[in-house]
């Protein structure tokens, strides 16, 4: 079952975010916004990605629905600007450049055909042995690849060579995701 998460709740999750980040900046307890929404309570795996002038700055998520929405929010926003392993942490210089994007993930289902991804509206999970890479919907279209593109550089990002895919051990996983952006403009 996918979770249905309106505008309004996607624009409280962006509100969340950026408060999560802001807190940890400033080196006060958060002042979250309040919502009695039953959909934020529910258990959903999600990402936060953030961008400054276009270009990626941090992106770390959840896939499992272990945790509320709002709470895997507040979580992986903060990590995605101090923890993600490929940047150093958000400086308060480039925070007001920061863009946030928020997926808010369905449940993944195995595909045994790769012929049915359908580019720009799945995104992919390639498992072999221990490796994984998981690549989003939105990053097939950023980046103008194909299916085939888009299967290479998940198995790329796991750590396996690009043709993984079509090994019969592989395993490949689609979802969607429901997309709130900010802008700073």
């Known amino acids: 079952m996918t979770l249905q998460v309106s505008h309004d709740d996607g624009l409280l999750l962006l509100e969340t975010a950026r408060e999560a980040i802001a807190a940890r900046l400033a080196g006060r307890p958060p002042r979250f916004p309040s919502s009695s929404s039953p959909t934020l309570s529910m258990p959903c795996g999600a990402f936060v990605t953030l961008k ?77 042995g221990h490796k994984s890479g998981l690549l989003l919907p939105q990053v097939a279209t950023e980046q103008g690849w194909d299916r085939e593109a888009f299967l290479a550089h998940a198995c790329r990002k796991a750590g396996l060579p690009v043709d993984a895919w079509r090994w019969p051990q592989t395993r490949i996983e689609v979802f969607t995701a429901s997309v709130f952006r900010e802008s700073r403009e």
């Open 52 to 128: 400054v002038r276009g270009d990626l700055r941090g992106c770390i998520g959840h896939i499992a629905a272990c945790r509320p929405l709002v709470e895997t929010v507040r979580e992986t926003a903060v990590s995605s600007a101090f923890d993600d392993p490929r940047f150093p942490p958000l400086g308060l210089e480039e925070w007001p450049l920061v863009e946030i994007e928020i997926s808010v993930l369905s449940p993944f289902e195995l595909v045994h055909d790769p012929l049915c991804i359908a580019v720009g509206t799945h995104g992919i999970m390639v498992r072999s």
